[in-house]
């Protein structure tokens, strides 16, 4: 018996992106700074707006810019 991978489930993500379905939570990583202070964090991204969080569009970093596209497309299987 063959097994459907239904889209959108955990099985799916898994084996159509080959990226893990657990690991760090960078929303809540960013209330300690076990990783990285927010003035790192925001070193690189600029300051948070409120609560909206960190925007790519004025990180200063063309690296990390690629890096997060890169990411993102192959996430959420769009560019």
Known sequence: MVKT???GSVEW????T????HGLDIRKKLANDNIASVAD???IFG???R???L???ICCD???VARVQELYEVVYQKK
């Open 5 to 7: 991978l239904i889209e």
């Open 13 to 16: 993500f898994k084996s159509k």
């Open 18 to 21: 080959k990226l893990p379905n």
């Open 41 to 43: 964090y925001e070193a």
């Open 47 to 49: 300051k948070r707006k």
């Open 51 to 53: 609560s909206n969080g």
């Open 55 to 57: 925007k790519l569009g």
């Open 62 to 64: 063309p690296n990390v």
